[in-house]
T-cell receptor
């Protein structure tokens, strides 16, 4: 499986935008980029995913570099509820491993008032 | 619509005992997954059911772990006998399909402590 690299932790002030980076220099052409997050004492939850183009949904935006070797999850206005560990995960659509999520260490986001 | 539910939320057992964890997926989800996070480690995939069949059990650590999904609805994960290193949080997830674009919905987890 292609690996991802994320900073261990980041801090943000409430109501400000947050840019969470992820490096995946060995990504293959068939890998989707997924983001999940884990709030305290909860199971992971889906945030967003993309393949080549930037994506937006009600939770966040995903910006994918042109060479696809990195991506950035953007929370437009961080709230205290966004404090969580964010995981960047690659899923290959053409291998039998598409079903399993491979979690790394993720980025722990702290949001302060 | 109810989400993925897991029972119990916490379990404390002695080494050598047996524990059975239960997962109820979202209604209509044929795909069910088990993951776990043991102390200080990352969340790891254990296995994947499609309906009642094991699609991928490559992450099961050893034969002390037995997962079942009779009838393709809820699933159980039995640990027998439990060892100290089995302590951690066990997550269940479900999805409609298992393509690389499909969202997995996770339950809150079962925290297992083996003394």
């Amino acid at each position: 499986d292609a690996k991802t690299t994320q900073p261990n932790s980041m801090e943000s002030n409430e109501e400000e935008p947050v840019h969470l980076p992820c490096n995946h220099s060995t990504i293959s052409g068939t890998d989707y980029i997924h983001w999940y997050r884990q709030l305290p004492s909860q199971g992971p939850e889906y945030v967003i995913h993309g393949l080549t183009s930037n994506v937006n949904n009600r939770m966040a935006s995903l910006a994918i570099a042109e060479d696809r070797k990195s991506s950035t999850l953007i929370l437009h206005r961080a709230t205290l509820r966004d404090a969580a560990v964010y995981y960047c995960i690659l899923r290959d659509q053409f291998t039998g491993t598409a079903s399993k999520l491979t979690f790394g260490t993720g980025t722990r986001l702290q949001v302060t008032l | 619509e109810a989400g993925v539910t897991q029972f119990p939320s916490h379990s404390v057992i002695e080494k050598g005992q047996t524990v059975t964890l239960r997962c109820d997926p979202i209604s209509g989800h044929d795909n069910l997954y088990w993951y776990r996070r043991v102390m200080g480690k990352e969340i790891k995939f254990l296995l994947h059911f499609v309906k009642e069949s094991k699609q991928d059990e490559s992450g099961m650590p050893n034969n002390r772990f037995l997962a079942e999904r009779t009838g393709g609805t809820y699933s159980t994960l039995k640990v027998q006998p439990a060892e100290l290193e089995d302590s951690g949080v066990y997550f269940c997830a479900s999805s409609l399909q298992w393509a690389a674009t499909d969202t997995q919905y996770f339950g809150p987890g079962t925290r297992l402590t083996v003394l």
